[in-house]
C-alpha cells in the first residue's frame, strides 16, 4: 500500500547535526501532532462522504469511521475492482453510462447495482478451482461479508482465513474444488490480506463500519456457493 522511499543519509545528517549545533531541534508543542492527524483524518472523512457510489445507512453508525472507511475502500483500496459483481468484468456494467473511466468518460460514476456485491473469477493456476471474490455488502443481520462479526472481519484481514471454507486443502487427487499442497485452503487466496494485515485497528475498523452502512445485494457471490446473503 505504501512506496519505500531512499534515505539521503549524508544530506539528512548534515542537516540534522546544523539544527542540533543551532540549538534549534525542539520537541514539539503539546498536541501538535495529534492536531495535524485529525485535520488529516476529518479531511479523509469528509472526502469519504462524497465519494461513496450509494446512499449510507448511518442509523446507528459512527459518521467519522464511515466517512474513513469510504475513503480506504474507495479512494485507497479499490475493493469494488475485485468485489464488483458486475458480469465478466464488464466495465460497461461496473460503471454507469457516462461514466466509465476507461472509455474516456468523465466523472467516474460506479454502477450501485453491482457495487461490492462480488462474484469476479481468478485463476489461481491453470486447472485449479477459480476464486471468487465474496459478497462485501451486509446481510440481514446488517453485518457485512456474509454476516461476519468485527472479531471475525479483523481476524480475516490479519490472517487471511477463509471461514467460508470453498477451497479446501486437497486431501486426495484434485477434483477442480480443492486446492493441492503447498496451497493452504484455510486461507485466502487472491484477497491481499498480507499487505491490509499491516492496517491498524482503527483502520479496519473504519472499514468494518462503512461495509455496514452500505446496501445489501442478495444472492450468493459464487453460483456454486450455498452460502446466501439474505438482505431480508
Known amino acids: 500500500m505504501t512506496q519505500r522511499q531512499s534515505l539521503k543519509t549524508i544530506g539528512t545528517g548534515a542537516a540534522l547535526a ?3 549545533l543551532g540549538g534549534m531541534l525542539i520537541a514539539p508543542r503539546r498536541g501538535q501532532a495529534s492536531g495535524d492527524a485529525g485535520n488529516d483524518d476529518e ?3 469528509q472526502q469519504g462522504l462524497a465519494i461513496a457510489p450509494v446512499k449510507l445507512n448511518l442509523d446507528g453508525k459512527d459518521r ?3 466517512g474513513l472507511g469510504s475513503y480506504i475502500v474507495n479512494a485507497q483500496a479499490d475493493c469494488n475492482g475485485c468485489h464488483t459483481s458486475a458480469p465478466l468484468n464488464n466495465p460497461a456494467l461496473e460503471w454507469l453510462p ?3 473511466p476507461y472509455f ?6 460506479v454502477n450501485p447495482q453491482y457495487y461490492l ?3 469476479q473469477h481468478f485463476t489461481l493456476i491453470p ?7 465474496r459478497n462485501l455488502t451486509p446481510d440481514k443481520t446488517g453485518r457485512p461479508e456474509g454476516g461476519h462479526t468485527f472479531d471475525e472481519f479483523l481476524t480475516i484481514l490479519r490472517t487471511g482465513k477463509d471461514f467460508d471454507h470453498i477451497h479446501p486443502t486437497c486431501t486426495g487427487a484434485p477434483n477442480g474444488k480443492c486446492l493441492p499442497p503447498p496451497f493452504d485452503g484455510d486461507l485466502l487466496q487472491i484477497m491481499p490480506w498480507p499487505s491490509f494485515q499491516n492496517m491498524t485497528d482503527h483502520d479496519i475498523r473504519a472499514i468494518y463500519e462503512y461495509l455496514s452502512a452500505i446496501p445489501c445485494i442478495e444472492g450468493p457471490a459464487d453460483p456454486s456457493d450455498p452460502l446466501h446473503n439474505d438482505c431480508q
Open 18 to 20: 546544523a539544527l542540533v
Open 43 to 45: 479531511s479523509r472523512i
Open 64 to 66: 467519522a469511521l464511515v
Open 98 to 100: 457516462g461514466g466509465v
Open 104 to 109: 474516456g468518460q468523465h466523472p467516474t460514476a
Open 117 to 119: 456485491g462480488g462474484g
Open 127 to 133: 486447472g485449479f478451482p477459480d476464486i471468487i471474490s
